[in-house]
């Protein structure tokens, strides 16, 4: 059972991810974000550490832990960056779950050991330049071509899906036409590199500056009949189940940014002094960090929540549609009081509050908008769809 009080291994990962966060991120991701710059060198540490594998088995190159491990990685980085947290989050819960959960033991083999060491990154291609939310309205195609598919069609908002050391992106795609009329979905890993995979530039973004995140086209890609994951037409439900375990880890992801934004209004009430105070003395200044801290601690037991009967085995759609709502909302609600402390320092982008004001909003839309999550909860409470 997944309380307030962690066990030691647990315990021990939060206070080694902790202190990797400030030693290692901290100094130098505010330089990377402004050049728009991919974290190499942090994701190589983070790969070293052993956090790309913390949810695969030792037996297939990862650390044996769980969930809520990753989880809790993932909120000690996003007090300090949001970049880097969504490469960590991408990189496991899309890129090599999938795989892990749904892929044969050949393909496993192939993919998991350089995944789970952080040495390659895979990237999950769902989202469509047409179609958001609206999953199902998929217009990739794959079509059989002897012992091959041919992919056509196109990707967008894909995190991980343009770097150095990208290896592959699992795309959903339509294969043909289910009895009922609706589209049959299949989901097909794609190696960098296979012809007629095209990349695009990076997004100029808001926020999340220092992560990768690309539209990608496919024009007569050709791979092996091999490389479905899992069954054919089986791909809609499987990353329907994907992307509820990856709306906790967002939760996780949320509430780090939430109390990084804690943490940094603490430091700054001390140190800003106003009418020959500091500001922390004063009681609007007190509400509003208490407040922000309210948030933050209500997200958490939010995940955490969702993460225990993930961990049990239970059904936690409801769980974790809740949590990833709880922590975005707490995120860009934090983020916003954080930089209303800080007052024209917090509108500058050499404070960290700048940054965090910056990755907030996307939380409240990535994996699931606020919208989708509410649609989630009504369903689970046997509200008509």
């Not at 998929?138 to 598919?149: C, H, L």
């Not at 699992?170 to 294969?175: R, S």
Request: hydrophobic share 40%; glycine share 12%; net charge negative.
């Amino acid at each position: 059972m997944i309380d307030m009080e962690l066990g030691e291994e647990h315990e021990a990962l939060r206070e080694t991810v902790r202190e990797f966060a400030r030693a290692e991120v901290a100094p130098v991701i505010g330089d990377l974000y402004e050049r728009e710059e991919f974290p190499y060198e942090i994701v190589a540490k983070m790969g070293a550490m052993g956090l790309f594998g913390l949810p695969i088995s030792e037996e297939h190159g990862g650390m044996g832990g769980d969930y809520f491990a990753l989880c809790l990685a993932l909120e000690e980085l996003a007090r300090v960056d949001s970049s880097v947290a969504i490469t960590l989050e991408a990189g496991v819960s899309l890129g090599a779950m999938p795989i892990y959960r749904y892929g044969t033991e050949e393909q496993k083999r192939r993919w998991l050991p350089d995944l789970a060491a952080g040495r390659a990154l895979g990237a999950f291609g769902l989202t469509e330049p047409g179609g958001g939310s609206d999953a199902g309205a998929t217009r990739t195609t794959a079509r059989r071509d002897g012992d091959s598919w041919v992919v056509n069609g196109s990707k967008a908002f894909i995190t991980n899906s343009g770097t150095d050391i990208t290896a592959l992106v699992t795309a959903t795609a339509v294969t043909g036409v289910k009895a009922d009329g609706r589209k049959e979905i299949t989901a097909i890993i794609i190696p960098s590199g296979t012809p007629g995979l095209g990349v695009s530039k990076k997004y100029s973004k808001v926020g999340w500056n220092a992560s990768d995140t690309r539209e990608l086209s496919f024009t007569d890609v050709r791979v092996p009949a091999e490389n479905v994951l899992g069954e054919v037409g089986r791909g809609y439900a499987q990353f329907l189940s994907t992307l509820d375990e990856g709306r906790v880890a967002i939760a996780a992801l949320s509430t780090g940014l939430a109390q990084g934004c804690v943490d940094e209004s603490l430091t700054y009430a001390a140190e800003r002094e106003a009418f020959g105070n500091p500001i922390g003395s004063y009681q609007a200044i007190q509400f509003k960090i208490a407040d922000m801290e309210v948030r933050a601690h209500t997200a958490r037991l939010a995940y955490y929540a969702a993460a225990a009967r993930m961990l049990r085995g239970q059904p936690f759609k409801k769980e974790a549609a809740i949590a990833k709502l709880v922590a975005s909302n707490a995120a860009m609600d934090n983020a916003r009081d954080a930089t209303q402390v800080f007052g024209g320092y917090g509108f500058m982008n050499e404070y960290p509050v700048a940054r965090f004001y910056r990755d907030a909003k996307i939380l409240e839309i990535g994996e699931g908008t606020s919208e989708v999550q509410r649609m989630l909860i009504a369903r689970e409470l046997g509200l008509p769809a």
